[in-house]
């Protein structure tokens, strides 16, 4: 630790679960890093669904991780546990946290901490870790995407889908995308989706069998619901389907034998809870496979708007309105 750190700073709580008024600012004493972590003094924060459903009690932290919201920041490490590896003191990184991104200081996991890309503001890295985890754990480690396959995402002009999109792209896939505007649609296409699928207004199953002859390869899908059923219809033959979320129901009547006739995997995941060993892998990997793509200004963060870190409940009310196109971030006076 140094010497010269403020014993308290300003945060983001959760006065009870509620709508985005109950985000208010505290304050809370600065974090000390524990083993094998780091201080990072937080310039920004990006903003995620979970954060929406933790706020209104739907996704509890697991147990240890900080009440306070937020799973991504970026910023210049102040202050370094025991066993924190390479990084030192002044290096400026994005991680990947459990929690307690909406505040001014931030411990986060050594393993899960990677440099500020080059050409990236603190603000665009900040918009990286949570969706390039995600995306990368569930579209090329679990669904196994490869070049040469075909890609459907769901809520393409989302943080997870910009990504998604872009990542699929450049490794190779022939990207389709789902959307609910005309506006987003084009969004969409821009980053890289061969065919962004209003779902407003067209079917999707109908779209990507056309396009394909016999079905996109992966879905990555955070929708569920009646999406279930649509997206087996929508598998080619050895097609994996991957859930992140069920914005619209995780519960629904499936008829499970084109899984069996069509070899379809279906599986899914969620990335908190996981430890530190398996986040770690899927920062390594993306160190080597992504960052030199970002770097090569083939795939880049999409940042929406930016809000002041005490404005968190206006920042929350704009993602529930989904008026966004990829990513929300909270910026404090950190340079």
């Known amino acids: 630790m140094t010497g010269a750190l403020p014993r308290t700073m300003t945060a983001i709580e959760i006065q009870s679960p509620g709508g985005p008024e109950a985000l208010v600012p505290a304050d809370r004493p600065v974090p000390t890093p524990g083993a094998g972590e780091v201080l990072i003094q937080v310039a920004a924060a990006g903003i995620n669904r979970p954060d929406i459903l933790q706020r209104t009690g739907n996704y509890p932290p697991p147990p240890g991780a900080s009440d306070i919201p937020g799973l991504e920041i970026a910023g210049p490490i102040v202050a370094l546990g025991e066993n924190a590896g390479d990084l030192k003191l002044g290096d400026t990184v994005t991680a990947l946290v459990t929690g307690g991104g909406y505040a001014e200081y931030c411990a986060a996991p050594a393993a899960q901490c990677l440099p500020i890309p080059k050409g990236l503001s603190l603000t665009e890295a900040a918009g990286i870790p949570e969706t390039f985890f995600t995306v990368w754990s569930n579209v090329f480690d679990r669904g196994g995407l490869k070049a040469g396959e075909s890609f459907l995402v769901h809520g393409g002009s989302s943080g997870i889908g910009t990504t998604a999109i872009q990542l699929a792209k450049a490794m190779g896939a022939r990207v389709f995308a789902t959307a609910g505007s005309a506006e987003k649609c084009r969004a969409c296409e821009g980053l ?64 499970f034998l084109p899984v069996m006739l069509k070899r379809l995997t279906v599986t899914g995941s969620t990335l908190r809870a996981r430890d530190v060993a398996f986040k770690g892998a899927i920062a390594q990997a993306l160190s080597e496979k992504v960052w030199p793509l970002i770097e090569a200004g083939q795939v880049k963060p999409v940042i929406h708007q930016t809000f002041p870190l005490a404005q ?24």
């Open 192 to 255: 890289g989706a061969e065919r962004a699928i209003n779902y407003r207004e067209e079917d999707f199953v109908a779209v990507v069998k056309e396009a394909t002859g016999d079905g996109v390869d992966v879905v990555l899908d955070m929708v569920g619901g009646d999406y279930i059923q649509r997206n087996i219809k929508a598998l080619a033959p050895d097609g994996r389907l991957c859930f992140i979320a069920f914005l619209g129901g995780s519960a629904a009547e499936v008829d």
């Open 312 to 335: 968190a409940a206006e920042a929350h009310r704009l993602m529930e309105t989904s008026g966004h196109i990829g990513k929300i971030v909270l910026t404090t006076d950190v340079k």
